[in-house]
């Protein structure tokens, strides 16, 4: 990528880098170096939390008035303006019961008691402590392969991969397949 920064200066070229503002992550050495070699075609735009804007994507995440008034204050006040974090707990609430999918969109089980997890890293792990624990077990050894890996890979550092535990990971989104052919 520091390559190809040279390249806006000979050519009609638009490179967009999302990065996170973390000054010790690898990828801010990139931001530090387009700003130094080329300040004059720089531009940086901070994309701050949500703010009031979070309320509306929570509605267009479960619908308007889906949540009672007090549970969609603790939530989107959790959430604190990050669209990840308010993702996860609206997947959350649906983990635990409390959204239950209709053909219209989402109804609330008023019967099931809900706790708004604090931070993004207790959201997830209240996820995964809800799976069934072979698909604690695929899950915690597909982590360590990385973000792609191949099924053989995850057969050969588990003894058992079963369809049952691979199918509730993809269905509750902890886990995607990119392919099937011709290795999945």
């Known amino acids: 990528l520091e390559q190809l920064l040279s390249l806006a200066e000979e050519a009609p070229v638009l490179l967009v880098l999302s990065l996170r503002p973390e000054r010790d992550h690898p990828s801010w050495s ?11 075609l720089l531009r940086e735009i901070d994309l701050g939390p949500l703010g009031d ?5 929570l509605a267009a995440l479960v619908a308007p008035a889906t949540l009672p008034a ?17 993702e996860e707990l ?12 209709t053909d219209d969109g989402w109804r609330f089980d008023h019967a099931v008691e ?12 209240a996820r995964l402590d809800r799976l069934s624990a ?22 050969g550092v ?22 099937r052919w011709p290795q999945p």
Request: charged fraction near 30%; hydrophobic fraction near 45%; proline fraction near 6%.
């Open 53 to 57: 804007a979070d309320g509306e994507l």
């Open 158 to 179: 588990l003894t058992e991969v079963s369809a049952d535990s691979l199918h509730e990971l993809q269905r509750l989104g902890l886990l995607r397949q990119s392919r």
């Open 134 to 155: 072979p698909a604690r077990d695929l899950v915690t050894a597909a982590s360590a392969l990385g973000r792609t890996f191949a099924l053989p890979l995850l057969e």
């Open 70 to 86: 007090e549970l969609e204050r603790r939530v989107l006040e959790a959430a604190d303006g990050n669209p990840f974090f308010l």
């Open 114 to 125: 809900v706790e708004v997890p604090p931070t993004v890293e207790k959201a997830i792990l």
């Open 90 to 101: 609206v997947r959350s609430l649906a983990d635990v019961g409390a959204l239950v999918r």
């Open 30 to 40: 990139l931001r530090e170096h387009a700003g130094r070699e080329f300040p004059h």
